[in-house]
């Protein structure tokens, strides 16, 4: 348990982009805590209760635990698979495809959007000659942060990819939506004038309620839809 809770945490930081995520920190602790109690349930001789020395040790125990199973993974080279030839271009997705698990659940659907998305970039000369080499050494979540993070790219139309996927809300990605949203916000002017906390939140109750292959609709976030949402969470969250 200890063992894939440290892989987890590890991996969905590097989602996420962060060690700080209060969602993942929280997950983490929780399942410390049950580990180390279902460990001292074991081993100790009378009953286990949590305030005793007897929890102490058994929690020392589980977090070092845990703490070594992270340190290697987050110092775990990722090793090349699932390659695919485009063009004459071999480029392993084994990547790609673990990195959207939380977004779409199905493997083979995420086999298909990985690979639809390295056929765009490959398709498109300018983005061939920049990022031809990260394809090939593996590095193709840097590429998709630079994309998400470059306006000029939005005609990427990455979005297609998704159009023959079923996507689903989880509570991964929302979470994973409203960091990006926070670090697009911090520091500007909004921030001065909104909690963003709260803004964030509101943003994300109300996609909700839309089907998640709408919100995933290239234009949508110019749509009316988008601007009544940005409208009522920006009034709601005025400091």
Known sequence: MLFGAG??????????????????IIGSSLMIILSTW????????????????EFVKFFIISLVTFGIVAIFSLGAKVVPSDFVNIDGIKIPLGKCIDGNRRIIPDETERKKYCECFAEKIINN?????KYQTYLEDNRID?????????????KLTIEDCLSSI?????????N?????????LKGTEFEQTNNLDEYCDCLINEYRK??????????FNESNEAAKIDQKCSKQTKK
């Open 7 to 24: 892989k987890e945490f590890i991996h969905a930081s590097r989602e996420l982009g962060s060690l700080n995520s209060p969602g993942i």
């Open 38 to 53: 279902l460990i001292g349930s074991g081993f100790s001789v009378r009953k286990f209760k949590f305030k005793s020395f």
């Open 125 to 129: 000369p300018e983005l061939k000659e």
């Open 142 to 154: 840097e590429i998709f942060k630079e994309i998400q993070t470059n306006s000029k790219h939005s």
């Open 166 to 174: 079923e996507m689903k809300w989880t509570d991964n990605l929302a």
């Open 176 to 184: 994973s939506m409203k960091v990006n949203w926070k670090k697009e």
């Open 210 to 219: 839309y089907p998640l292959s709408k919100i995933m609709e290239d234009g």
